[in-house]
């Protein structure tokens, strides 16, 4: 049976843009041993749209990425993929779903045994046997001009810099064309102009493929940069939502410290 | 101020001001002790369970467990040929001199050839294997853990559990038994040129008196026990790897733990499979 929650957001997409969330949170908590981390997080993104979460380091945002994608189990709430509730399905239920979705961890974690070549080429090894090796080669080719790194394919993920690597990670999460994209962090870490140039790499790509993307990041200006919508999320909860101009005439004096900071 | 004294009045030394010192008593460390090992055996089989489906269901991992088989089999050949060898060597001349002053002499390959395939073969393969074979695999998925390649592998859609795990353990159980193998060869190739150096000894001669008498059930189960020993080394390491905590320390314990542990229970299992074969096959 539907709760109030899921009507009230089917209602507003429906009536804002005529779209069903790709993603939805509800009411989501998550403890760490005596840490409560997440105390009921309510979000959703839609198709096409770009949700930047941002708040201070340790308030539980790369966690709600990893609820999200299924990798921790929420203590409490639901996490719904195109209206099916992930929450509670086995690893290998989760399969399918895992499929439609891209994940740029903040370290851009690649396989480092494999060159980068063989990163990117690792989900279509797995799930597209059906396309043949040269296909499967040219598509991997593909990718890596589009994130920049042609010039790359041989080498290991240990001889190229941290921001290449991002660049590698996101040809990775797009192997697979998938409807809903999580970047955790995309530019932690990075100097001005590689956060830049991932900054509109992200860009391009979501106006390209108009996937539901949820970006966490603690920099303003990235998400300002990228992002449709902002949340910000305090002690557990999201304290403010909208976009930039909407959250600049919030009195909550948190997202004034906040956008005062940043 | 009262003449109770300081200590009845309650007054802390500076020390102690604002904390309580926080000394563990006997028995809250025992009773840690005492829930950490059935938390240990309970993780290790959910993680056995996990891997058993994972292991049966489709699709399968054949090109990694073809890479498996090579990296368990193929390359630790070399240093368990040695181990067999050198033990051979030492077994033959240890038996040489026992024998001697029993007058037993000519009971020589008979000792030789039991002592290799049912006792020593297929136990210092297993602990050679270990230390080798369960430290990579500790090491390497402990590594992938706290650098989120596993996490990656399962947000790929692709269940770590399959890929990392179950072809890390069938690739042990396979390659156990043939390693004792060539560990028994090399034994017995060099504890009789051990013996033939010092009295003629023809290599006919030292087989036909070696396996005189001997059956299948004589040799057989003692080198297939050391499937059992490539489940032990298999399964502990993936499990100290995969779930690793804590950077290069959490590392470095899981590799240790893995060589230890799967040491000490190779050991015990031996002396339980001992007995099986003993019932069973005699």
């Known amino acids: 049976m539907a709760t109030a929650y899921d009507n009230a957001i089917k209602q507003e997409d429906v009536e804002r843009s005529g779209r069903v969330p790709f993603v939805a949170v509800q009411n989501l908590h998550k403890t760490f041993g005596r840490h409560k981390v997440l105390d009921g997080i309510n979000l959703h993104v839609s198709r096409g749209e770009t949700l930047a979460v941002l708040g201070r380091s340790g308030t539980g945002k790369s966690v709600l990425l990893r609820l999200i994608i299924g990798i921790e189990k929420p203590d409490a709430g639901s996490v719904c993929i195109h209206g099916q509730n992930i929450s509670g399905l086995a690893l290998d239920q989760m399969g399918e779903i895992r499929k439609k979705m891209g994940f740029l961890f903040q370290h851009a974690a690649l396989y480092d045994s494999l060159t980068v070549a063989e990163n990117v080429a690792f989900p279509l090894e797995h799930h597209r046997r059906d396309i043949a090796q040269s296909e499967r080669a040219d598509r991997v080719r593909q990718l890596l001009a589009e994130v920049g790194m042609s010039g790359a394919l041989d080498k290991m993920p240990s001889d190229i810099s941290g921001g290449m690597q991002k660049r590698v990670g996101l040809a990775r999460a797009l192997a697979l064309e998938p409807e809903i994209l999580l970047l955790d962090e995309p530019t932690a870490g990075l100097d001005p102009i590689s956060s830049g140039e991932i900054d509109e790499l992200i860009l391009t790509l979501q106006r390209e493929r108009q996937m539901a993307s949820i970006i966490v990041t603690h920099d303003l200006h990235s998400a300002r940069a990228i992002a449709s919508r902002l949340a910000l999320l305090n002690e557990g909860n999201v304290v403010a939502e909208g976009t930039f101009d909407e959250l600049q005439q919030s009195d909550i004096m948190f997202v004034k410290d906040f956008l005062k900071q940043s | ?282």
């Open chain 2, 1 to 282: 101020m009262s003449d109770r004294g300081i200590a009845a009045q309650g007054f802390k030394p500076p020390l102690l001001q604002g904390q309580e010192l926080d000394v563990p008593s006997f028995a809250g460390t025992a009773k840690g002790l005492f829930t950490g090992f059935f938390e240990w055996f309970g993780s290790l089989g959910f993680f056995s369970w996990q891997v058993l489906k994972a292991g049966v269901t489709p699709p399968y991992e054949w090109r990694e467990l073809i890479r498996q088989l090579d990296e368990v089999g193929s390359k630790s050949l070399p240093l368990v040929a040695l181990a067999g060898a050198a033990i051979g060597v030492v077994i033959s001349l240890e038996a040489r001199y026992s024998l001697s002053r029993f007058g037993a002499k000519s009971m020589f390959p008979a000792t030789l050839v039991y002592s290799v395939i049912q006792v020593m073969g297929p136990i210092m393969t297993g602990l050679v294997v270990s230390g080798r074979v369960g430290a990579g695999i500790g090491a390497e998925l402990a590594s992938m853990k706290v650098t989120e390649q596993i996490d990656a592998i399962e947000a790929s859609a692709i269940n770590p559990y399959r890929l990392l795990a179950a072809t890390r353990i069938l690739a042990c159980i396979l390659m156990l038994p043939l390693l004792t193998l060539a560990a028994d060869v090399c034994a017995l190739l060099t504890g009789w040129f051990a013996q033939a150096m010092v009295e003629p000894l023809s290599f006919h001669q030292f087989i036909e008196s070696g396996f005189s008498g001997a059956t299948f059930n004589a040799f057989l189960p003692p080198t297939f026990k050391t499937a059992v020993y490539g489940l032990i080394i298999g399964l502990i390491a993936c499990f100290q790897g995969m779930r690793t905590s804590g950077g290069a320390a959490g590392v470095g314990r899981a590799a240790t733990n893995s060589v230890v542990l799967g040491s000490l229970f190779l050991i015990l299992a031996d002396v339980v499979l001992v007995k099986f074969i003993l019932a069973f096959f005699h």
